[in-house]
T-cell receptor, first 114, second 108 residues
Framework: DGGITQSPKYLFRKEGQNVTLSCEQN?????MYWYRQDPGQGLRLIYY???????QKGDIAEGYSVSREKKESFPLTVTSAQKNPTAFYLC?????????????FGPGTRLTVL | AQRVTQPEKLLSVFKGAPVELKCNYS??????LFWYVQYSRQRLQLLLR?????SIKGFTADLNKGETSFHLKKPFAQEEDSAMYYC??????????WGAGTKLIIKP
């Protein structure tokens, strides 16, 4: 696959700890996204970035933070303020952030809070 | 409200039978809709978009504005079609709104 990578594949966190999920892409895409996926639910948008050094909150941004200092990188931090962080997290990228472009997905990170 | 509904969590059909995965949407403007698919152990990927009016892997989807639907169809199911299928709508903020997904199982 290549193109967009996420690490780690599995992540365990103790309650009260912040944790950062990595997302990198080498597709030269301007836009990047973070989604959360819970059983029986569709993807829910956490944050998105349409261009480097800029990002916007999605539908469920509370308890999460992001940065976009480099075009190829869009790390997501799950903070202790996130009430129910155990979930599967997907990162995606697209040529632009206008919604019509194909989104390319990473393999995901499964976060478990112990 | 902008919303995508996939009423079936699970759909099971026999190989060679027709397949229809349902997708209904709620959107006040002119909708732009997509189907994404995730095969076992593979990444989520675009299957088709309504503006392209294309057929991918034998699947087609027609936008019906009167019924606010974008059902995915294939006349003869194959075992390799077994996967998770998601319908998505481009929202007013240009971001995708996703349905909950339908797991399609093709029985031999």
């Amino acid at each position: 696959d290549g193109g967009i990578t996420q690490s780690p594949k599995y992540l365990f966190r103790k309650e009260g700890q912040n944790v950062t999920l990595s997302c990198e892409q080498n597709l030269n895409h301007d836009a990047m996204y973070w989604y959360r996926q819970d059983p029986g639910q569709g993807l829910r948008l956490i944050y998105y970035s349409q261009i480097v050094n800029d990002f916007q909150k999605g539908d469920i941004a509370e308890g999460y933070s992001v940065s976009r200092e480099k075009k190829e990188s869009f790390p997501l931090t799950v903070t202790s303020a996130q009430k129910n962080p155990t979930a599967f997290y997907l990162c995606a990228s697209s040529i632009s952030g206008q919604g019509s472009d194909t989104q390319y997905f990473g393999p995901g990170t499964r976060l478990t809070v112990l | 409200a902008q919303r995508v509904t996939q009423p079936e969590k699970l759909l099971s059909v026999f190989k060679g039978a027709p397949v229809e995965l349902k997708c209904n949407y709620s959107y006040s403007g002119s909708p732009e809709l997509f189907w994404y698919v995730q095969y076992s152990r593979q990444r989520l990927q675009l299957l088709l978009r309504h503006i392209s009016r294309e057929s991918i892997k034998g699947f087609t989807a027609d936008l019906n504005k009167g019924e606010t639907s974008f059902h995915l169809k294939k006349p003869f199911a194959q075992e390799e079609d077994s996967a998770m299928y998601y319908c998505a709508l481009r929202g007013s903020n240009y971001q995708l709104i996703w349905g909950a997904g339908t797991k399609l199982i093709i029985k031999p």
